[in-house]
């Protein structure tokens, strides 16, 4: 079973630009570990797209197209940044139901691939390169902002935070 | 010119026939299932906004708001006014948790929060609602093929409903958004074609029409009286209004489920933006429609229609250049296509997934529910069916839509909102406020106060009693809720961010998008409501 990291799209400076718009005071980079299957409409064929999720999340995320080289790469980069949810190699890993009951309702909200089902034999880990940005008001706020897209990723946050405090703890032992 | 000729009926099938193929074509390539998953992110916002117009109102829009202009000029456009203000709540409040929450339908949310009894009921309140306006939505084309054709409305309601469930149930043709940008574009082109039309028939040009609308008050959109039971005052249609259009695009799933499939949060509030700046502008030109049918028809000596529903069609008909009656008719069919299958399309996902998948077969596969939604498409398409049959007594079709919606929507937006906002609520109170909501709702409705009231009557009854009857039970646990309060407040979490926060890198400045999205819309509110304000003045002047 392979393991990769998606590639950053959106460094340090695009992602201060858009963390500003939402407030956010201070910022760092960090990864999470997700799972993935691909989606096709037949078994050996290059994945139209693929689900990307993890327990404890209620719905996946969708990555369109392949997940080509130009995506992702195996080694993990260098640089001393933070690498959530994947204490062991099995953390957070969805049951291929899960996965296929995410890729229900999803079409069922949108119908449009019905075509298209979750291969398992493809399933993954992939990390998922994440800025995180902190708002200082009354209270400290996270912003999950996706190192791939830029856009702000609220779904995620239940598992980031889930995994920070994971960390924290195995840090504190 | 006069009649739909076999050169309209080719333009309309050519037309429906190009939309299908378009629709088909990109439907296949991978680079519309690149746009299927990002929520079309390559595509410019504006059109993807002008899709959202499409499958939200436009061929109800199209017959039944110059009725409305017709019977009273602009003074129904205070039942829009307030959209700007729904929208920016929407955007501040309700989006970012649906998003957070990570639900497919909003009902979800209640489940979590209170329990499943008050989601399967929100869910099958949603049912009744959006079963009766999807009545009223398959009426409005029925009933412009009923005036191409001279068939008897009860005949094309049963044709047009078989092809609205056949096009939902095979997938949908118009799948693509610029399908929907070209309806949007082909039914505003018809719009301002018909007012040249009508302008270049009356002897005074503009000054006719103004002159026509001043003296009969046709653009007194604002009536400052205090009395509830003026159905169109201004204050029903800040105060229900804004209840009925929040609750309208924000709990009514046919809505919401584009925004909650959205990718991100900031796409979802996008979407909803192209609404808030041009539905007003919208409403306004059909409404002018309205008042330039009622110029045409006093200075041509013509009696109108007995249902006003058929005014615009008719014209169309009577009075476009042969072609482009067809194309403009067309537009209609495939704008309604486009709502019809947004919402048969919901109706049939809440269906299977709040009830079918959770009491009757929750263990199926894939293939038993895809099997199960379009069955429950088909059941949904009969009940519309029934419906629309009455849909041509509620009145101009637009209204209809409004006032079912009402019966419901105060009641339904209060549950949420104790939801959202309340942590001493429950699932006793808000079944309690729910329930009691929609029978303050039915009280109201015999008090002959104005209907847009009935929104405001139902969310302050549902709110105050869901609160009041949720003390006689204990609180709800911190589970329960984690959909709606941050969990970052716990103050071990908090101690965490901050020591996080602490070592990360500072940044400048903040620009707060979201903040400034709102305030474009309220000034576009205050915009709106001066300028209209203004022509009531001007109007009032020279009357």
């Not at chain 2, 050519?14 to 519309?32: D, E, H, N, P």
């Not at chain 2, 169109?232 to 309208?248: K, N, R």
């Not at chain 2, 059941?379 to 101009?396: C, D, I, R, V």
């Not at chain 2, 549950?415 to 808000?430: D, Q």
Request: with cysteine; charged share 15%; proline share 4%.
């Amino acid at each position: 079973m392979a393991e990769g990291h998606l590639r950053r799209r959106i460094d340090g400076e695009a992602a201060s630009r858009r963390l500003r718009r939402y407030a956010a005071a201070r910022f760092e980079p960090a990864w999470l570990a997700l799972w993935a299957v691909a989606l096709t409409a037949r078994e050996a064929q290059t994945p139209d797209a693929w689900l990307l999720g993890r327990s404890g999340l209620s719905r996946a995320l969708l990555w369109p197209g392949p997940l080509g080289h130009d995506a992702w790469e195996y080694d993990a980069p260098a640089g001393v940044e933070t690498r959530l949810g994947g204490e062991t190699r099995e953390a957070g890993r969805p049951s291929p139901e899960a996965f296929a009951r995410w890729w229900l309702w999803e079409r069922l909200a949108k119908p449009r691939l019905w075509s298209l089902r979750v291969q398992p034999a493809t399933l993954q880990r992939l990390w998922l390169p994440l800025w995180l940005g902190y708002h200082q008001g009354r209270q400290t706020r996270l912003i999950v902002l996706s190192g791939v897209s830029g856009e702000a990723l609220g779904a995620l946050k239940p598992a980031v935070l889930a995994a920070l405090r994971a960390e924290a703890r195995a840090g504190a032992d | 010119m006069g009649a739909f000729t076999v050169w309209d009926s080719i333009v309309l099938v050519v037309y429906v026939l190009g939309i299908a193929w378009v629709g088909a074509r990109f439907g296949k390539s991978q680079a519309t299932t690149q746009d299927y998953f990002l929520g079309g992110r390559r595509i410019p916002g504006w059109a993807i906004g002008l899709s959202v117009m499409a499958t939200q109102a436009s061929a109800i829009t199209f017959i039944g708001a110059p009725g409305w202009g017709f019977e009273g000029g602009l003074e129904r456009l205070v039942t829009f006014i307030n959209v700007p203000l729904a929208m920016a709540v929407l955007i501040v409040v309700l989006v970012p948790i649906f998003h957070r929450a990570g639900i497919y339908s909003i009902y979800e949310l209640l489940e979590r929060r209170f329990g499943p009894l008050t989601r399967s009921l929100a869910a099958l309140l949603f049912l009744i609602a959006r079963g009766l306006a999807t009545g009223v939505v398959l009426y409005a084309p029925a009933l412009v093929l009923s005036v191409v054709t001279g068939w008897s409305v009860d005949l094309t309601i049963v044709l047009m409903a078989v092809i609205a469930v056949g096009y939902t149930v095979l997938g949908g043709i118009s799948a693509v958004i610029w399908t929907d940008v070209i309806q949007m574009f082909v039914l505003w082109l018809g719009a301002i074609l018909s007012m040249l039309l009508m302008v270049s028939s009356l002897p005074g040009g503009w000054s006719d029409v103004f002159a026509f609308g001043a003296a009969h008050g046709m653009f007194d959109t604002f009536d400052l009286s205090l009395d509830p039971s003026v159905t169109y005052s201004l204050w029903a249609g800040l105060i229900g209004g804004v209840v009925m259009h929040v609750a309208y695009f924000g709990t009514d799933q046919s809505q919401i489920q584009r925004v909650l499939t959205s990718p991100s949060i900031a796409e979802g509030q996008r979407s909803l933006l192209i609404g808030g700046y041009l539905l007003v502008p919208q409403m306004l030109l059909f409404l002018f429609i309205g008042v330039m049918l009622a110029a045409y028809y006093q200075q041509h000596g013509l009696t109108p229609p007995e249902n006003l529903n058929e005014l615009f069609p008719r014209y169309v008909v009577e009075a476009f250049p042969v072609g482009i009656t067809g194309l403009v008719i067309a537009g209609v069919f495939a704008a309604a296509m486009s709502s019809l299958d947004s919402a048969l399309n919901s109706l049939s996902a809440v269906s299977v997934r709040d009830f079918y998948a959770r009491f009757v077969r929750p263990d199926a596969d894939e293939g038993h529910y895809l099997k199960a939604s379009r069955w429950a498409t088909v059941f949904w398409g009969l009940y519309a069916t029934l419906f629309a049959f009455f849909a041509g007594n509620l009145g101009p079709v637009i209204e209809a839509v409004n006032r079912i919606g009402s019966w419901f929507y105060g009641a339904l937006l209060g549950v949420f909102l104790l939801a959202v906002l309340s942590r001493r609520s429950n699932g006793r109170g808000a079944v309690a406020g729910m329930l009691l909501g929609m029978a303050a709702v039915w009280a109201a409705s015999h008090l002959g106060i104005s209907w847009l009231y009935q929104n405001a009557v139902g969310l302050g009854v549902s709110l105050a009693v869901g609160y009041a009857v949720s003390l006689s039970a204990p609180a709800p646990s911190r589970d329960q809720l984690a959909d709606v309060t941050l969990e970052e407040t716990a103050p071990d979490m908090q101690a965490l961010l901050r020591r996080r926060s602490a070592a990360a890198t500072p940044l400048g400045r903040d620009a707060r998008v979201t903040r400034a999205r709102c305030l474009g819309l309220l000034a576009w509110f205050v915009i709106s409501l001066l300028a209209l304000g203004g022509l009531q003045l001007w109007a009032h002047a020279h009357g």
